[in-house]
């Protein structure tokens, strides 16, 4: 398997992961709070999603999947919010009423990978995206960055699901 298929096969894990952890919530288990203060699941499912779609798209040169679907949540937050660094006041202002538009948003933005990650080579990996750091980071980088940002948000998302069932 080469680069492309690792990453194509890494990204469409966590479509099944955000599918299979979306399933059966309600209401009020998408924004539970562990212990009061803790990430809900809602928030932290939006916040993958926002964070990928916005790397995603920075790295294709496209515009974000976001424009088409931030009216439809009704946050108004900012286009440009991702949910990184948000206060707990923040969190609790991101309210996902519809599950169906959320994992809606999550597809959409899963088959936006899915065409860049057609157009990814060698050449495309090693291209530097952020000359702010030393080294500089590269495409590649990036997108183990965010692959790795996703699964450790899934995990969490799955753990306080898991608190849940108790």
């Known amino acids: 398997m080469d680069v492309r298929g690792v990453l194509t096969e890494g990204f469409g894990r966590v479509a099944e992961l955000y599918t299979d952890i979306a399933d059966g919530l309600d209401g009020e288990s998408l924004h539970h709070r562990p212990d009061g203060g803790g990430n809900p699941i809602g928030w932290l499912l939006w916040h993958l999603a926002r964070m990928q779609d916005a790397q995603v798209a920075d790295l294709a040169g496209e515009s974000q999947r976001w424009q088409r679907f931030q ?6 937050n900012g286009s440009d919010d991702v949910g990184y660094g948000h206060t ?12 169906d538009l959320l ?37 590649g980088v990036r997108l183990v960055s ?17 608190l849940l069932g108790r």
């Open 146 to 162: 965010i692959l790795a940002d996703a699964l450790q948000h899934l995990g969490q998302a799955a753990y306080v699901k898991g």
């Open 71 to 76: 009216d439809r949540f009704g946050l108004d």
């Open 103 to 139: 994992r809606e948003y999550h597809h959409d933005v899963t088959l936006a990978t899915a065409r860049y990650l057609q157009t990814v080579d060698e050449a495309e990996l090693e291209r530097e995206v952020d000359q702010s750091y030393d080294p500089p980071v590269t495409a």
């Open 88 to 99: 707990s006041e923040q969190v609790d202002g991101i309210r996902i009423e519809d599950l």
